[in-house]
């Protein structure tokens, strides 16, 4: 898998444990993590464990989640990513600070994501898990050309399943 991968106005890379600090200012705003798995973390040891688990999923399997980083600045604003699930399916994330909402950089980073799964990684479906109102992430998900394909339980909620075909 080549890293970095680079936008127009981000890049994408492995997450190192040099990002834990900067991860943490995302993953602890509760208006971030209002839709993301079980909401903020609390303790910066949480934002460690997980890191650490996006590493190990990289060694693993050659992709995982990644840094977002603001090309101009060079700070991590977010993680976007590939993960293989328990029933094998691969599913695609991210997570912006609040400061980047509105600005396109999910899509791009997603659409990042996409092209990677495709044209590196030969993947042949990606499936997205988003809760109804999070407007804002359907509307990458349907830029992109996700489709609804039910609803699924995860992390106590309910979310949208969408899908995309590569």
Do not use: C
């Not at 990606?126 to 609804?148: D, M, Q, T, Y």
């Amino acid at each position: 898998m080549q890293s970095p991968l680079v936008g127009a106005t981000i890049l994408l890379r492995p997450f190192t444990l040099a990002d834990v600090p900067a991860a943490h200012a995302v993953y602890s705003d509760p208006a971030v993590m209002r839709y993301v798995g079980h909401g903020p973390v609390r303790a910066i040891g949480g934002t460690d464990s997980m890191i650490r688990q996006y590493m190990a999923h990289q060694r693993t399997h050659g992709f995982g989640f990644w840094a977002v980083v603001d090309k101009a600045t060079g700070v991590v604003i977010g993680d976007a990513g590939l993960a293989r699930t328990a029933d094998g399916e691969v599913e695609m994330g991210y997570t912006l600070a609040q400061a980047w909402w509105g600005r396109g950089v999910a899509s791009q980073a997603a659409g990042l994501w996409v092209g990677a799964a495709r044209d590196q990684l030969g993947i042949e479906r990606l499936r997205a898990l988003v809760e109804e109102p999070n407007l804002g992430s359907r509307r990458v998900l349907e830029k992109l050309g996700f489709e609804r394909d039910g609803v699924t339980i995860a992390f106590d909620r309910e979310h949208l399943v969408y899908r995309l075909t590569l």
